[in-house]
């Protein structure tokens, strides 16, 4: 699959200065509801799609959309080890498995859905245009995130044949560091005891094969679509600034952004990099709604977008 675009100017000048102090201060806030004059703006919901607080009831066993929840974590925290993760790196970052541009793949993911969230059951270009629509009224200025939250969740059609037909435990889901000792802070923490890695002697320690402030570029994390779509913009040159690959590689890496865990591991950047993806991961948990985004109309402005970057390729450059 092959995201064509022309002209790679897509950079945010001086991203970090232009922004105010404040407004990176995001970190522990819970946005509500905004009221708007404007009926074209879309405003983010209090609760999720099931009527219950954003993932605040996550733990919930007594409600039978997370107990499918916690069993998929089950499968998910036995299944992800250093090995697989190495493996699947190797298997999907030859990028050969179609040609399909950016809004294509968009379209495709209404075939996708997440069975690891708790908080939508909604088709996935609906949260991607959600996400996209939140962060353009309140970041104007940021059309690089507005992209982000486009394409962060692309790497979902692992799920589907064309891409291998991975099991969801292979694709969603919280996502964590491998090759090193299994964090408190991570959901179900309880299921790592069935991963092999869990008592090998050399993963084992809190450091494990890393060392502190190695940075969060060389460390092996669990494997699924935030990683795919990182090799993918990556390996085909994006001009996205290094916090739009930030959050796409990590927005769910709820551990680190969220509890705090997995600190020791990040260097300079990486703690740079994260005051935007507190920022981005408050409207990719919270703009989560029954209430569609009419794709036809955002299409031409997202469309601007898509053409101000480099290819995204899912295919090897000598199959294009």
């Given at each position: 699959m092959i995201i064509p675009v022309e002209?790679?100017?897509?950079?945010?000048?001086?991203?970090?200065?232009?922004?105010?102090?404040?407004?990176?201060?995001?970190?522990?806030?819970?946005?509500?509801?905004?009221?708007s004059s404007d009926d074209d703006v879309f405003l983010a919901p209090e609760v999720n799609a099931f009527g219950r607080q954003f993932r605040l009831d996550y733990a919930d066993a007594n409600n039978e959309r997370q107990k499918s929840v916690e069993e998929f974590y089950k499968t998910q925290h036995t299944n992800q080890?250093?090995?697989?993760?190495?493996?699947?790196?190797?298997?999907?970052?030859?990028?050969?498995?179609?040609?399909?541009?950016?809004?294509?793949?968009?379209e495709?993911?209404?075939?996708?859905?997440?069975?690891?969230?708790?908080?939508?059951?909604?088709?996935?270009?609906?949260?991607?245009?959600?996400?996209?629509?939140?962060?353009?009224?309140?970041y104007p200025n940021?059309?690089?995130?507005?992209?982000?939250?486009?394409?962060?969740?692309?790497?979902?059609?692992?799920?589907?044949?064309?891409?291998g037909g991975l099991p969801q435990w292979a694709v969603v889901g919280d996502t964590f560091p491998v090759g090193c000792a299994f964090d408190e802070s991570n959901i179900h923490h309880k299921y790592f005891m069935e991963n092999p890695d869990f008592n090998d002697p050399n993963y084992k320690t809190k450091n494990g094969i890393y060392s502190?402030?190695?940075?969060?570029?060389?460390?092996?994390?669990?494997?699924?679509?935030?990683?795919?779509?990182?090799?993918?913009?990556?390996?085909?040159?994006?001009?996205?600034?290094?916090?739009?690959?930030?959050?796409?590689r990590y927005h769910s890496f709820y551990p680190l952004h969220k509890?705090?865990?997995?600190?020791?591991?990040?260097?300079?950047?990486?703690?740079?990099?994260?005051?935007w993806l507190h920022v981005f991961n408050n409207y990719?948990?919270?703009?989560?709604?029954?209430?569609?985004?009419?794709?036809?109309?955002?299409?031409?402005?997202?469309?601007?977008?898509?053409k101000k970057v480099r290819n995204f390729a899912f295919i090897s450059s000598e199959d294009e």
């Open positions: 002209n790679p100017v897509l950079v945010h000048e001086d991203f970090r200065k232009q922004k105010k102090t404040e407004e990176l201060q995001l970190d522990n806030i819970i946005p509500t509801s905004k009221t080890t250093l090995d697989f993760v190495k493996k699947m790196r190797h298997e999907y970052g030859k990028l050969d498995k179609m040609v399909m541009n950016i809004w294509e793949c968009c495709l993911l209404n075939e996708v859905v997440d069975e690891s969230d708790p908080d939508l059951d909604e088709p996935q270009i609906q949260h991607l245009l959600q996400s996209a629509e939140a962060i353009r009224k309140d940021e059309d690089w995130l507005h992209l982000t939250a486009l394409i962060h969740d692309l790497g979902k059609v692992l799920t589907l044949p064309q891409f502190e402030g190695c940075g969060l570029e060389n460390v092996f994390m669990s494997w699924g679509h935030d990683d795919y779509m990182y090799l993918v913009a990556k390996e085909n040159g994006s001009t996205l600034p290094s916090a739009g690959l930030f959050i796409i509890a705090g865990g997995y600190t020791h591991l990040m260097d300079e950047e990486d703690k740079d990099n994260l005051k990719d948990l919270y703009s989560k709604s029954k209430v569609h985004v009419d794709v036809e109309k955002v299409k031409p402005y997202y469309m601007s977008l898509i």
